[in-house]
C-alpha cells in the first residue's frame, strides 16, 4: 500500500471497513481494492504463522491457528411491515419518493445514533442510486415503504433475481459505499 493510503486508513480511525474502503477509493482506487481484498487476510495469517511459528523446529514452538470466521448473526424474523404507505398501482415516479424508506430501512441496521444520523445524510444519494439502478417498480415499491428490516439482508427481499443481482453487483454496491462514505452528519444543535 501507498504511504498516502496508510495515512488515509489511519486518519480514518474507524472500524467501518465500507466507510474506510469508500474514502480510501478516492485516494487510491488501487490501494481501496487491496485493502478490500481477500489475498490480504491470506497474507496477514501467513505473516503471523512466519512469525510464530520459527523455522527452527522447537517442540517448543507456539502453534497458531487463524482465527475462524465471525458467526453468522442469529437469524432474527425480520420486521417487513412498511414504515410509509406505498400505493401499489401508483408508479415510483422519482427517487424523492424513495428516501424515507431507505433511510428507515438502512437505520434499522444502524450500530447507534451516529450511523443513524449517516444514513440520514445519505437518503438521497441512496435514493438516487436505487433509482437509476434499474430495480423493478416491485423492488421500488418495497424499498419506498422502508420495513425496518433489522435483520438478515435487504437482497433477501428483493422480490426476483433480475432485481437481486442488480443489488449484489460491485457497481451498485459502490455506489451504497460511496454514499455513505460522503455523508456529512447534521450536526446536533447547540443546547
Known amino acids: 500500500m501507498s504511504e498516502k493510503a496508510l495515512a488515509y486508513i489511519i ?16 485516494v487510491s482506487e ?5 485493502l478490500a481484498s481477500r489475498s ?4 496477514f495469517d501467513g505473516c503471523v504463522s512466519e512469525a510464530v511459528l520459527p523455522n527452527s523446529g522447537s517442540p517448543k ?9 465471525a ?5 432474527g424474523k425480520p420486521n417487513l411491515q412498511p414504515a410509509y404507505p406505498v400505493r401499489a398501482d401508483q408508479p415510483v415516479g422519482s427517487s424523492i419518493e424513495l428516501t424515507k424508506g431507505l433511510v428507515s430501512m438502512f437505520s434499522s441496521y444502524a450500530r447507534d445514533e451516529s450511523q443513524k444520523k449517516t444514513y440520514a445524510a445519505a437518503g438521497q444519494c441512496l435514493a438516487t442510486s436505487v433509482y437509476k439502478a434499474g430495480f423493478s417498480q416491485e423492488t421500488l415499491h418495497f424499498l419506498a415503504g422502508g420495513a425496518p428490516l433489522g ?3 435487504i437482497v433477501d427481499h428483493v422480490p426476483n433475481d ?6 449484489q453487483s460491485p457497481r451498485f454496491t459502490q455506489a451504497l459505499v460511496d454514499c455513505t462514505a460522503n455523508a456529512a452528519p447534521t450536526p446536533l444543535p447547540e443546547p
Request: aromatic letters at 4%; charged letters at 30%.
Open 40 to 43: 490480504l487476510r491470506g497474507d
Open 61 to 69: 514452538a507456539q502453534s497458531y491457528t487463524p482465527p475462524e470466521a
Open 162 to 167: 433480475k432485481d437481486k443481482a442488480i443489488w
Open 11 to 26: 486518519k480514518a480511525d474507524s472500524d467501518d471497513m465500507g466507510t474506510v474502503i469508500g474514502g480510501l477509493n478516492k
Open 151 to 153: 435483520t438478515g439482508s
Open 71 to 75: 458467526a453468522k448473526p442469529v437469524a
Open 30 to 34: 488501487d490501494d481501496a481494492v487491496l
